[in-house]
């Protein structure tokens, strides 16, 4: 169900991990080796960077992750020393359809702010065309993305904060190819990722490995397209 007023964050739906003991690699190449991989599939709207999370507090040591985001899906991948052995690890989060409280908050303050400097600038009749005219700009653009297929416009539109949120609710429509293509996005970016820490384990001599899921933490949720994807990989 669609919730309008709530504070949005990612829910993490699926945490893997792989350890290897006395082991050695790059977390560099790990994360280029993927990016390559990635590119050379031509993932639409996939938008791929690097994070920096801290260990713990303000002033601890800081890992660097892999973040692979699609739409409100995203991959969080770590590659890291742990004393003398190497750990792999991957999540799955999605962050909810919904308009925030503070998405909403931010909106109207930017809206009474743009009418303030409408009114500065053009005066009062004239600004309120103006304004008025600019609101019309921005809806008309919204609505024109999604039937004259601007992939490029689409994506963009979904990382852009408060804008995002109010695009995806009530101009963005939820299709079976949406679907697809968000699934078949999630596969494949999760089967690039396991194929490269079995190559490069197999290259350093490791002939098996697992992958661990690990136990749900609280606050963690599934939904039915994730719970799908689940079994599908487990089934492989």
């Given at each position: 169900?669609l919730?309008?007023?709530?504070?949005?964050?990612?829910?993490?739906?699926?945490?893997?991990?792989?350890?290897?003991?006395?082991?050695?690699?790059?977390?560099?190449?790990?994360?280029?080796?993927?990016?390559?991989?990635?590119?050379?599939?031509?993932?639409?709207?996939?938008?791929?960077?690097?994070?920096?999370?801290?260990e713990?507090?303000?002033?601890?040591?800081?890992?660097?992750?892999?973040?692979?985001?699609?739409?409100?899906?995203?991959?969080?991948?770590?590659?890291?020393?742990?004393?003398?052995?190497?750990?792999?690890?991957?999540?799955?989060?999605?962050?909810?359809?919904?308009?925030?409280?503070?998405?909403?908050i931010?909106?109207?303050?930017?809206g009474?702010?743009?009418?303030?400097?409408?009114?500065?600038?053009?005066?009062?009749?004239?600004?309120?065309?103006?304004?008025?005219?600019?609101?019309?700009?921005?809806?008309?653009?919204?609505?024109?993305?999604?039937?004259?297929?601007?992939?490029?416009?689409?994506?963009?539109?979904?990382?852009?904060?408060?804008?995002?949120?109010?695009?995806?609710?009530?101009?963005?429509?939820?299709?079976?190819?949406?679907q697809?293509?968000?699934?078949?996005?999630?596969?494949?970016?999760?089967?690039?990722?396991?194929?490269?820490?079995?190559?490069?384990?197999?290259?350093?001599?490791?002939?098996?490995?697992?992958?661990?899921?690990?136990?749900?933490?609280?606050?963690?949720?599934?939904?039915?397209?994730?719970?799908?994807?689940k079994?599908?990989?487990?089934?492989?």
């Amino acid at each position: 169900m669609l919730e309008l007023f709530r504070f949005r964050k990612f829910v993490i739906h699926q945490w893997w991990y792989v350890v290897l003991l006395d082991f050695e690699a790059s977390t560099e190449e790990f994360y280029q080796s993927i990016e390559q991989d990635l590119a050379a599939r031509k993932l639409q709207g996939l938008d791929i960077s690097r994070i920096t999370y801290s260990e713990g507090g303000l002033l601890s040591a800081k890992r660097v992750y892999l973040r692979m985001c699609r739409e409100r899906f995203l991959f969080d991948v770590c590659s890291a020393p742990f004393g003398t052995s190497w750990f792999y690890s991957c999540r799955v989060a999605e962050k909810p359809i919904g308009i925030s409280l503070l998405d909403l908050i931010i909106a109207l303050s930017l809206g009474v702010i743009f009418w303030f400097s409408y009114m500065n600038l053009f005066g009062f009749f004239v600004g309120n065309i103006m304004f008025g005219a600019t609101i019309v700009g921005l809806l008309l653009m919204l609505l024109c993305v999604e039937p004259f297929g601007f992939d490029d416009l689409d994506a963009a539109l979904l990382q852009i904060p408060v804008i995002g949120s109010f695009y995806e609710v009530l101009f963005r429509k939820e299709t079976y190819y949406r679907q697809d293509t968000r699934a078949a996005y999630m596969n494949i970016v999760n089967h690039i990722v396991r194929a490269r820490i079995i190559e490069i384990a197999e290259a350093h001599g490791v002939d098996k490995i697992e992958f661990i899921e690990a136990v749900p933490m609280e606050g963690m949720r599934e939904n039915a397209a994730i719970s799908w994807f689940k079994r599908v990989h487990n089934a492989n």
